[in-house]
């Protein structure tokens, strides 16, 4: 019995669990590693006025949207073109970052069912164009439509076209695709070897990151190498701590072939150091500590976004991660932001016109009347309006934020469509265990009022963990103390200053 590879097997590269920026980065991938094996004579013909460009467009014309990816390498011969399209043939150099022979193929066939290649070599005669139509293909149509026509020595580049798309880039996606890209090839950005556009937009990577950090007492910066072994196979990096946390720049990135395989902004969380929850938990190493982990020799997937790890090596990497970075760890854990003293306190003066304000505020003939004629309604009817109003917001409207503390979800509505005679909170926090709703009135004037940043998050601290304090009391008392709530709130206020 002959296992056979029939040809149709091109038309299931389209339902490969690519990501949009992993695909284009099979091209991405294919320029540099061009460029790195003819690094010496590029270099002679850039002059120092070029550099290695990768340009890609993603548009429509008068035939419909397309992708076009446009190098200005060394360029491909015949013979190298035909290997380009031969399904399997690993190139002749598979160290770097073209490795299986499939990128190309797979890369253009999820994106579309009609892409061409078309090629000129530094120093040929001839430029060549292939064009690769899927489901003919599919069907057993095996003989590629080429053309070749004359060109200048001096001409070198390629580009790739993709039409009849099955999946379009716009809106958040290519937001995405271009954070995505720039992280990919922050190597190569940052190093000045490749120009990445995307839409005519140059993605840029900030590799200054020291200025980003916690400085210890001694004055030196929350920063380490470390090198180790892992099954015989060298594990290099750096690990560092935010002065300011932020849980989405927190992480590791997976480099390999200077190029990032997993990473910002979907990075690596090993347990060891960032907690067996998934995500990691939402403490202060989740939101300070992150870094990069250069892993060579590791077997690598072929859509090139993940690392094979072999039994036991993930796990070895990451106690050995978490032995090199215990110190680190902790710094992240108990560093204070500010802690030298240099945050601005409320002058003498400033306290005394705010206690002048709010003397005159609660000496007003506004407030004395309110205080002595408002008549008070009933618990249940102020229950019932506000049930009716929170009922209403949560079927309208999705939370403006989500956060977890350990099983319980805070979610806080910010809500414009609301009128200035409703409560300027409404909270639900001892109905679910699992559950706190905030409900901020944008429409009250007190909110109006609010138009600084540091006052306005000050007011939805407030709000939220007025909340998680009621919630925390009911849940372990089984009723709601005013002297129990504030003195959690007290606590919660404490902890962000230690952010």
């Known amino acids: ?36 094996n003819n690094q010496v004579k590029l270099d002679k013909v850039f002059k120092g006025k070029e550099k290695l460009t990768v340009r890609i467009s993603i548009a429509k014309d008068g035939m ?14 015949l013979a190298e073109l035909k ?36 090629t000129k070599k530094l120093n040929g005669s001839l430029r060549h164009k292939v064009t690769v139509d899927v489901p003919n293909v599919a069907a057993g149509n095996l003989d590629l439509p080429e053309t070749t026509i004359a060109a200048a020595p001096g001409e070198h ?72 072994k892992v099954a015989g196979k060298t594990v290099t990096g750096w690990a560092a701590v935010l002065e300011k946390g932020s ?48 892993l060579e020799g590791f077997d690598v997937s072929h859509t090139k976004d993940q690392i094979l790890f072999n039994d036991g090596e993930q796990e070895d990497l990451e106690a050995k991660l978490g032995e090199h970075l215990a110190g680190l760890r902790q710094l992240a854990l108990t560093h204070r932001k500010n802690a030298g003293g240099s ?11 705010a206690l002048n304000k709010l003397e005159a505020e609660i000496e007003s003939d506004k407030i004395q009347n309110f205080l002595k004629t408002y008549e008070l309604p009933t618990n249940s009817l102020v229950k019932k309006s506000n049930e009716s109003l929170k009922n209403e917001v949560v079927k309208r409207f999705k939370p403006d934020l989500e956060a977890q503390f350990n099983k319980t979800v805070v979610s806080i509505y910010l809500v414009k469509d ?33 138009t600084q940043n540091e006052s306005i998050l000050n007011f939805i601290r407030h709000c939220a963990y007025d909340g998680v304090a ?30």
Do not use: C
């Open 470 to 499: 009621e919630s925390k009391a009911y849940f372990v008392t089984g009723k709601i103390e005013p002297d129990t709530v504030k003195l959690i709130k007290d606590n919660l206020l404490r902890l962000p200053l230690t952010l």
């Open 83 to 118: 290997d380009a399209v031969y399904i399997g043939r690993p190139p002749l150099q598979t160290a770097g970052r073209s490795r299986y022979g499939l990128g190309l193929k797979t890369g253009a066939s999820w994106f579309g069912d009609l892409w061409t290649i078309e």
């Open 157 to 228: 580049g390629t580009t790739i076209e993709i039409r009849e798309l099955n999946r379009k880039l716009a809106g958040k996606t290519l937001i995405k695709v271009k954070n995505n890209l720039r992280s990919l090839y922050r190597h190569d950005i940052s190093k000045g070897l490749l120009v990445l556009k995307v839409n005519d937009v140059i993605l840029k990577w900030d590799a200054d990151i020291d200025k980003l950090l916690v400085k210890r007492k001694d004055g030196k910066l929350g920063k380490e190498h470390f090198k180790f």
């Open 247 to 294: 849980r989405k720049e927190a992480g590791f990135s997976i480099i390999q072939s200077d190029r990032v395989i997993k990473g910002w902004p979907d990075s690596y969380r090993p347990a060891t150091i960032f907690g067996d929850q998934e995500g990691g938990s939402n403490d202060l190493v989740n939101q300070r500590l992150f870094g990069e982990l250069t």
């Open 1 to 36: 019995m002959e296992l056979k590879l029939g040809p149709e097997i091109i038309s299931s590269y389209k339902r490969l669990a690519y990501k949009e920026w992993y695909a284009l980065a099979e091209f991405v991938d294919n320029s540099t590693q061009s460029y790195f």
């Open 418 to 450: 609301m009128s200035p005679n409703d409560p300027y909170v409404i909270i639900e926090s001892t109905k679910k265990e699992t559950s706190v709703i905030v409900i901020i009135n944008l429409a009250h004037p007190h909110w109006v009022n609010l």
């Open 64 to 77: 419909g949207d397309y992708i076009r990816i446009e190098d200005n390498s060394i360029g491909m011969s």
């Open 343 to 353: 945050t601005k306190r409320a002058t003498d003066a400033q306290r005394g016109e």
